[in-house]
């Protein structure tokens, strides 16, 4: 018999602390799945949340290799699959749907970490026939997300490339880089590691809504300072740009990162390739119902009247008159705070496998 303290199941509860509203089946499962309540009561509220949910994968391959005119690197590592931070506009939600999930809730709840990620970026770099060029990690899914608290495959991977002298461009959102500086900031005084910080709004309530997960504004900022006061050079990245929603702060934003010791700045318009389209109109229904015709008329605009197009050369920043007005606005700021720089090149020519025990030592 049901008590007076035994509630339903409530969605909204549910998915608390949550970016996506919804957890639609991946595009290639020919089956469609959807929660419903069984009829049993739950007695605490707490019961009901969405939690997190880890499991480990063994891949064979840990460093993955692109060809896009529009990345300035050709290499990126991936410690983790799925994201716990939960920006909705996530242009990697859709990888999900690889693995058999969703690119809405199960992105953000059903992680995959990668415990032996350093073990085979290590057999990789001592591949004869390798090549080095800079490795980016944080373009896929963030090194540094709340998992990576336990776990710590991130800093057993920077191990790996600290020891082989190899270089390093990161990008994140997440406060635990400040615990790798012991790594970092040498790193960075030989030229092998820089960083990039995600900044998307300055207003705490709209950040919270669109990446429930990550730290605060306010934080990240910190962040900026913390490294560039250890030498490591980093940007503050404006990315993405949200028409009629964050566009007005793309000013204050570089002004802000000056100020916290940034020394150049990036940015890349709203993308909505694929599940994420459907994904960011559910929650502008559900958070911007008054705003969404608006910012969803402008993403088209940009766009031949699609939500989204791929072509290389333009999707990271759309086309037409409002495209070329935000890129202008970002060039003029840029240079107004001093922000138009290139960062520094990481320097390849220190690579140098470390000697195990057992190897021939060189002759010379």
């Known amino acids: 018999m049901a008590g007076e303290n035994d509630i339903s199941i409530d969605p909204?509860?549910?998915?608390?602390?949550?970016?996506?509203?919804s957890n639609a089946t991946g595009r290639y499962e020919p089956l469609t799945t959807r929660f419903e309540s069984d009829?049993?009561?739950?007695?605490?509220?707490?019961?009901?949340?969405?939690?997190?949910?880890?499991?480990?994968?063994?891949?064979?391959?840990?460093?993955?290799?692109?060809?896009?005119?529009?990345?300035?690197?050709?290499?990126s590592i991936n410690p983790y699959r799925g994201c716990e931070h939960g920006c909705i506009y996530c242009f990697a939600r859709p990888t999900h749907s690889w693995l058999g999930m969703s690119a809405g809730l199960d992105f953000e709840t059903r992680l995959i970490a990668r415990p032996n990620a350093p073990e085979i970026l290590e057999k990789e770099l001592r591949n004869p026939r390798y090549r080095v060029r800079p490795i980016a990690i944080g373009t896929n899914t963030d090194p540094y997300q709340p998992i990576e608290k336990e776990h710590k495959i991130m800093r057993a991977c920077l191990k790996v490339l600290r020891a082989f002298r190899h270089p390093v461009a990161i990008v994140t959102k997440g406060a635990?880089?400040?615990?790798?500086?012991?790594?970092?900031?040498?790193?960075?005084?030989?030229?092998?590691?820089?960083?990039?910080?995600?900044?998307?709004?300055?207003?705490?309530?709209?950040?919270?809504?669109?990446?429930?997960?990550?730290?605060?504004?306010?934080?990240?900022?910190?962040?900026?300072?913390?490294?560039?006061?250890?030498?490591?050079?980093?940007?503050?990245?404006?990315?993405?740009?949200?028409?009629?929603?964050?566009?007005?702060?793309?000013e204050a934003l570089l002004e802000a990162g000056k100020d916290a010791?940034?020394?150049?700045?990036?940015?890349?318009?709203?993308?909505?390739?694929?599940?994420?389209?459907?994904?960011?109109?559910?929650?502008?229904?559900?958070?911007?119902?008054?705003?969404?015709?608006?910012?969803?008329?402008?993403?088209?605009?940009?766009?031949?009247?699609?939500?989204?197009?791929?072509?290389?050369?333009?999707?990271?920043r759309g086309s037409g008159t409002y495209a070329d007005m935000i890129a202008r606005r970002f060039e003029l700021a840029a240079r107004r705070f001093d922000l138009d720089q290139k960062q520094p090149a990481l320097r390849c020519d220190l690579f140098r496998p470390p000697i195990r025990s057992g190897d021939q030592l060189p002759l010379l």
């Open 12 to 21: 909204i509860l549910r998915r608390r602390a949550r970016g996506a509203q």
């Open 39 to 75: 009829g049993w009561e739950v007695k605490k509220a707490e019961e009901q949340l969405l939690r997190t949910e880890v499991s480990e994968e063994t891949p064979r391959k840990i460093i993955t290799y692109n060809r896009s005119p529009d990345l300035p690197f050709d290499r």
């Open 176 to 250: 635990l880089i400040e615990r790798d500086l012991d790594i970092l900031a040498p790193m960075a005084a030989d030229g092998l590691a820089r960083a990039g910080i995600s900044v998307t709004t300055l207003e705490p309530k709209l950040s919270r809504l669109l990446e429930p997960r990550a730290p605060t504004p306010t934080r990240r900022l910190t962040m900026i300072k913390t490294l560039a006061k250890s030498g490591v050079p980093v940007r503050i990245m404006t990315s993405p740009i949200i028409p009629a929603l964050n566009d007005h702060e793309i």
């Open 261 to 316: 010791g940034a020394g150049a700045a990036s940015w890349i318009m709203l993308r909505l390739p694929l599940e994420v389209s459907p994904l960011f109109r559910e929650w502008l229904a559900a958070h911007y119902p008054d705003r969404a015709k608006r910012i969803m008329g402008l993403v088209r605009d940009m766009h031949d009247g699609r939500d989204y197009a791929a072509d290389w050369g333009r999707r990271m």
